[in-house]
């Protein structure tokens, strides 16, 4: 079972910044915290990963909170093309454990 | 470099053939994963290699699922004998066991089986 929790669904509006919340309560010491994002039909797609500093890249920014028991995946400017299946994902050396994941929609 | 490969990208089947999955990975990459997704089932790791030893399999579902990694750039996932159970999209991925990302996965397009 994922070792994560996320709600099933959010809209964005396009143009707006998608906050998407992962709750990683029983996060161990060693792991990081993953995002993925799989759009329909497609493979998963890598977007970002971090242990307990903020991150950013080209696709978005990781926020972890202090305790590490939770994050939030920012997509600054959502575009439709963002609309997908977003998924938060806690491991260290092991194997990723999908959840379900978040389907974000991005509303023209 | 173009990617991980996999083929066929569609498999129609009938009951009881053999179906065979083939995963070329990314180049120089250390570790190759099978997956499964269903929609009733989500996202399910079947097996995984290191160096091309398999790992972990204890995500495959029965006897009928074999995988083989022979060298680094090929693997198959094999059913046999297919039942309608296994329609589902099989995803390939790989990953360079190295680095920060140490489980950044690249994920192949996916093959999409249906049995009959």
């Known amino acids: 079972d994922a070792k994560t929790t996320q709600p099933p669904s959010m809209d964005c509006a396009e143009g707006r910044a998608a906050n998407l919340p992962c709750n990683h309560s029983?996060?161990?010491?060693?792991?990081?915290v993953y995002w993925y994002r799989q759009i329909h039909s497609q493979g998963p797609q890598y977007i970002i990963h971090?242990?307990?500093n903020n991150e950013t890249n080209e696709m978005a920014s990781l926020i972890i909170t202090e305790d590490r028991k939770s994050s939030t995946l920012i997509l600054p400017h959502a575009t439709l093309r963002d609309t997908a299946v977003y998924y938060c994902i806690s491991a260290g050396n092991t194997p990723l454990v999908f959840g379900k994941g978040t389907r974000l929609s991005v509303i023209a | 470099d173009a990617g991980v490969i996999q083929s066929p990208r569609h498999e129609v089947t009938e009951m009881g053939q053999e179906v065979t999955l083939r995963c070329k990975p990314i180049s120089g990459h250390n570790s190759l994963f099978w997956y499964r997704q269903t929609m009733m089932r989500g996202l399910e790791l079947l097996i995984y290699?290191?160096?091309?030893?398999?790992?972990?399999d204890s995500g495959m579902p029965e006897d009928r699922f074999s995988a083989k990694m022979p060298n680094a750039s090929f693997s198959t996932l094999k059913i046999q004998p297919s039942e309608p159970r296994d329609s589902a999209v099989y995803f390939c991925?790989?990953?360079?066991?190295?680095?920060?990302?140490?489980?950044?996965?690249?994920f192949g397009p996916g093959t999409r089986l249906t049995v009959l």
């Open positions: 991925a790989s990953r360079l066991n190295s680095g920060r990302a140490y489980n950044e996965q690249f």
């Open positions: 971090g242990l307990k």
């Open positions: 029983t996060i161990s010491g060693n792991e990081y």
């Open positions: 290699f290191n160096n091309n030893v398999p790992i972990d």
